[in-house]
């Protein structure tokens, strides 16, 4: 049977969650695609694991702590980490699910790019280095002959980038619009739903452990610029900016949420690519009121939801997907199987 | 360049948007995929096109009258049509486009079984030959090679295998329901916002052109039956047969519309797959009640909608999805986008 080797890099919740799975699918992959899959490189910020025979579940579970840290540091070695260690493992296949710098997007982008010099497939969870430079990977993916799959970093468990280019393949598509921060809708939500402030909602979403200790990042409206970034990018073929979108973000008042309640209005964070005939993109960032019968308004909580214009097959919207960091790691390995259906 | 000869059998208004679409993304085809896609076989009941260089789309547009109808019979050679035409024409490509019956699934089947056996790859839009035995075609298709997709009459523009197999790829899936007859809705929808009878609204949904002469097979769930037997077999690896569902269809009386309307119920024509944990997978097609927080509940008009349940990424809701012939035939060529994809 081919084997499949996968270096899994960043091993936060989200890179234990896809090796958990990668795990839990072995018998799956052998029967589907006739491939035996194996973890052979793992690394965090500063070492890793390393073994070209397979890294055993058994001995990656026992990385996570009781309280559900990481604890690879104890048994991993200092050289088994970095580019270099990367573009030396051997792997088909990484998935890259560390931290990353929006500004830089590195480490990640230093990863990537050692992989697919390789020819390696890469698979991206990360959103920093996509938003960074996406057209530039997308280029050396294709100039190497790896596919480069980024359903984890767009929305995940939510269809985005699979909905415009296989559900719609051969529609232009002319406009997106997205709820793509669960935080946010959740605030909206507490507020609409609730009567509460933007300060109670955010705490009450916070005591929840949806909003994160500092929720600017995803209420003031640049988690969804990150992720619609990369969506221009990936599907527009545009090369657009993080710095090219109209951002804002959520400053709703009390006095605004009872007047939109009384005029049947709920507002939504939301992120547009509106594509025009001669092909110019704008992306814009803000609060959209929507009226009670259009979908959108019935997304409730920390539920996300995309819709997409078409030319010949109308108009989709998809709502829901789990946001933990499994339905992630399941995202990712979405993509896997992608590349599995097409390489084997 | 590559060529790829395509094959239409039934040369309907569907099949003719198939063959429209096919030459106005000619150019597409060459640039994304690297092919020269030509048709190369069409035919209808009783007679047909051949020609191995390509039959001009100029020429087949002729074949519709002003009228809207068509006028293949006109120009075509009585040689050139049935399951042996296909299996000589030298396609790589059949996509079947004819009218079928349910219980024979002629003359698709044959169409089909004939494309198969050649290790033609064959995208299907009627649904009678797939309703009679999807598992028999897919187990033909699997043994030569070829691919056998089914958008087209699987809801078509409404992504419903695709969401199964690919965006929820890797995931169990344990449940799915859905809105799969826009008339039926439509009818529900006339029901409840304009207080219509179901005969009214019956009356009024064909004078607009969206039920048919005889709305029996839409309104007593027969429609939606036919793509849930598909669907099951398809997505859960089955092999359910039409007989196998509980189908009941519209019977609703405006009492009960009153009644719905007043504890803020909202009916929809919902066909229904439940996976139980040892394998077993129950269908019913029936009139559902949906509390007016469920997406369902929103789905207005004759629009269409589905809902998953899977393991991994939670529910997904997709709702929408063009219902006329040209993204009917845009869903096929979504198909046929997805073989050149994987086979190129």
Known sequence: MKRWNIAISGFG??????????????????????VDVRVTAVCGSDRG??????????YLRECRKANGGLKLARMADAAFTGPSFIADCGADVLIEAGPTDFHTGEPALSYLTAALKQGMHAIVISKGALVH?????????S???GALKISGATAAALPTVDLCRYNLAGCEISELNGIFTGTANFVLHLMMEHNLSIAAATEEAQRLGIAEADPRFDLDGWDTACKLTILANAVFGCRLKLSDIAVS???????????????GLVPRLVGSLTRASHGDVTAKVGCTLYPSDHPFAHVKGATKA????????????????????RATAAAALKDFEHILARMV
Chains 1, 2 share one sequence.
């Open 249 to 263: 973000g959520i400053t709703t008042s009390t006095v605004e949420v009872a007047t939109w309640r009384q005029k």
């Open 143 to 145: 100039q190497q002959g």
């Open 306 to 325: 995309i819709q997409v214009k078409s030319d010949d097959m109308g108009d989709l919207v998809v709502i829901g997907g789990k946001s933990d960091p």
């Open 49 to 58: 694991l390393y073994d070209p025979a397979g890294i055993e579940w058994e």
């Open 13 to 34: 919740n989200v890179g234990w969650h896809v090796a958990q799975l990668l795990a839990e699918r072995r018998v799956r992959y052998a029967n589907l695609y006739g």
């Open 133 to 141: 430079d996406y057209p530039g990977l997308a280029a050396l993916a």
